[in-house]
């Protein structure tokens, strides 16, 4: 059974969206300064890294991250693998050979690179869902897209494919490293922080071999 | 497949250890305030609610939490249930019916009641495993201990069970509610947050029916 880490590591290096919170990772408690332990707190915005989108991100009033159900954050998914898209729409998906019935799929594009070389700035031009390509995915029944880059959706368009995606119940997991996947089938455990009221969280998530 | 959630909710409201950096959980950006979207912010110490204490938690430069092995926080696991203890010890575990070979187990005591009721103040009496239950555990091989309370160790000897688990590789999971989950065996998903360089990192856990 072959494991496949697929989140990103969490530290105020790495690339955060623009005008989230910062991340703060610093000891509190200190051994060496006659503490029983080292102890560290941790600040940060709810979609920082590897994590799973609520639909009260966009949507006011609906259902904040606790009520995601386990069915749906675990289970068979695919993994398709997309170097040249620069974005993907209803054609892209047509022409992309995700098989029928898949209910989970994870979009590994060429964003996929920045996790791989270490790249600290936020990049605008990831690769992303537009809201033809969101309608296409409710159309056949999926129940979670991932994507990894820190958005579903392009830089200056957010809304709608967001929208589009949350409205229809799909979990959107965003911030994938999905370097070292090959395309194919896998079984996702993607566990979130169990933040109540939260419209995010940040969700260690990995893949098995089947 | 029946799945538990073994992880409680993070909120301000929770017990945390006493010292430990406060929960904040904030909105910073609303869409009712023109904002594209809901995003909240979190801080809170890396100890919060269930969560995976790293090596480096007790032993000056040991290894932190984004090194634990997926091999050890995945697996078959048994949950062992004392309602009577007050405290776990090499007598306890002697007498505990744990199957031979067991690699990772988790305790259920009384103090999973305290999740179960909703208890927001921090209870010093907790359940917990003394130096000789947590020498037991190291000569049986165990690779992963699990609490249903914020300490594997007794309030007021934190530091000998913590370092006798933590200096022999052993991983240690705190904070888990249990009061669902009857005695036997299961599978445990276990997934810390990535945080790099950190002494320990929440953890949302489940456990699977085998």
Redesign the interface.
Known sequence: MR?Y?I?????PEMPIWP???PIV?E???E??KGD????????????V??HVDAP???I?GSSSV?TIP??VL?GRAYVVHLPNATVINETTLEGSGIPPRTRRILFRTSNSNYWAQGERRFKKDFVAIDASGATWLVRKNVQLVGIDYLSVAPFEA??ET?RILLENGVVVVEGLDLSEVSQGRYKI?C??????????A?????LVGV
């Open positions: 494991m880490d989140s990103v590591g969490i530290s005008g989230d919170p990772i000891r509190v408690r051994i060496v029983n332990a080292n102890v560290s707190r941790l600040e940060c915005g709810v979609h890294g590897t009260i991100h966009f006011d606790e386990l069915r675990i957010s809304i967001h455990y566990l979130p922080l169990k933040i109540i009221g939260s419209d995010g940040p969700a260690r998530t990995i």
